[in-house]
């Protein structure tokens, strides 16, 4: 179940909304959630509920036992291991041992690195363990973060499961993100990945670029969009997380995007693996080479993974030393040389393996016999010239700053006239169109 079904926008989430509306009591109110997140969860397949609650079970036991034990190193790290066993068998037993599970849980990578991080944080004293079972199921199984994020820490919801209400602020604060994400997802994700499949077979030097940019916007729209939703419905729930996207392709350099893209992940390797190996206080080359090979790892059991993560840890290693003044010094260039580099970065990402990325590379460098451009790939661009240049004006901060003037100078009843027109256009495209998944769900 997506969040940009019709099943979901008319079934599934107002029968959510009205049960935590009209019950008052916080305790009923946290059973209702847990067994619509269940629900949710389940609704692919019901036996991955089962390897859900079992690791509910375990984290919430080692936590209460290191609580009271003197040997909590020793407890923290068989929890982790456990954890990392768990993701190990499911998702990378093919890659390691040849072994091909029957079927990966939805959001494993997801709830395992939560649950990874509410045992690290008892363990360093910035919280305590949960002595409340049911609010830490909700925690780890709640519907609007447990498949793709974001990755919220126990101590930043722990609050929220004791004690939340629903105001009529944050509803329609919540109501206009998540049309926001359902725009993104809908109207620019989706008919750039019509575009980006056409694209597949290119062989010209405009047609490789094309489909790089393409997905470039592509991925951006759809998992900002999907997080965006997240947040924009927890937001109608009492629940407040903070952004998982700052327009990272406004970054003008490399660290500066990360800082800006799944800033929930990036926040999480840097707060329980980066800091924890010593940071940037010593062995700085080890610890960038170990933080990005997991990075590209968590990603998926592929080669093509793995020398993502390499790659953005050669050229954050390569700023560090020897850019930094560099792109100081050159505010357009820094912008320019960014956006190509992450580009470039994209087609390891999309590729299905190794042979296929550098052959897409090759294509991008003028030379040799590649032809610059084919029918196919021009008629490809002439018929979605629109999408591109929309995805390109939302994916800059314009319309921030027009919404702002607007709501703040001017009467918004046009903007809700606006967002409601918007909201109109989504459904008959999720009515006459062909479903798309959202690209991290594979994550």
């Not at 609580?67 to 499911?90: H, P, Q, Y």
């Not at 694209?199 to 470039?216: D, E, I, N, P, V």
């Not at 003044?325 to 960014?338: A, C, Q």
Request: net charge positive; hydrophobic share 50%; glycine share 8%.
């Amino acid at each position: 179940m997506g969040f940009q079904t019709l099943f979901f926008i008319f079934g599934f989430f107002p029968l959510v909304f009205i049960s935590q509306y009209f019950f008052k009591d916080i305790k009923k109110r946290n059973i209702g959630l847990v067994i619509f997140s269940l629900i949710f969860y389940g609704w692919a397949n019901l036996s991955h509920i089962g390897v859900l609650l079992l690791s509910i079970a375990w984290n919430y036991l080692t936590g209460l036992v290191m609580e009271r034990s003197e040997k909590k190193k020793t407890i923290v790290t068989s929890g982790i291991v456990v954890d990392l066993l768990v993701l190990m068998a499911f998702k990378y037993s093919h890659f390691f041992f040849g072994i091909q599970p029957t079927s990966i849980p939805i959001g494993l990578s997801f709830f395992t690195f939560s649950e990874i991080s509410y045992l690290m944080d008892v363990y360093a004293k910035r919280c305590p363990a949960s002595h409340d079972l049911l609010n830490y199921t909700l925690y780890v199984s709640y519907f609007g973060k447990i498949s793709m994020g974001p990755i919220v820490d126990y101590h930043q919801m722990v609050d929220a499961c004791k004690d939340r209400s629903i105001q009529w602020s944050n509803i329609g604060k919540g109501s206009i993100l998540f049309l926001k994400g359902l725009v993104k997802k809908v109207v620019l994700a989706d008919s750039l990945a019509l575009a980006f499949h056409s694209l597949q077979t290119t062989s010209s030097f405009f047609g490789a670029w094309l489909l790089t940019f393409t997905y470039t916007l592509q991925i951006y729209f759809d998992f900002s969009g999907y997080s965006d939703m997240a947040i924009g419905l927890s937001e109608m729930l009492g629940f407040h997380f903070e952004p998982n996207f700052r327009h990272p392709y406004m970054a003008s350099s490399i660290q500066d995007f990360w800082r800006r893209w799944h800033i929930s992940l990036s926040t999480w390797f840097r707060d329980y693996l980066y800091i924890p190996l010593g940071g940037n206080r010593s062995h700085y080359i080890r610890n960038i080479g170990i933080v990005w090979f997991c990075t590209g790892l968590w990603h998926g059991a592929n080669w093509t993974f793995i020398v993502w993560g390499l790659y953005y840890g050669s050229l954050l290693l390569l700023e560090h030393y020897y850019l930094k003044p560099v792109l100081k010094n050159h505010p357009l260039g820094s912008h320019i040389y960014t956006f190509v580099l992450v580009m470039i970065g994209w087609v390891f990402f999309f590729s299905t393996d190794l042979s296929q990325a550098f052959h897409i590379l090759t294509l991008m460098i003028p030379f040799g016999h590649v032809p610059w451009i084919t029918g196919m790939d021009a008629f490809i661009f002439h018929s979605h010239w629109v999408v591109y240049v929309a995805s390109i004006f939302f994916m800059l901060p314009f319309w921030d700053h027009v919404e702002h003037v607007c709501i703040h100078r001017y009467n918004t009843w046009w903007m809700v006239g606006l967002y409601g027109l918007s909201f109109l256009l989504c459904i008959c495209m999720m009515v006459g169109s062909t479903y798309q998944t959202f690209l991290y769900a594979a994550f």
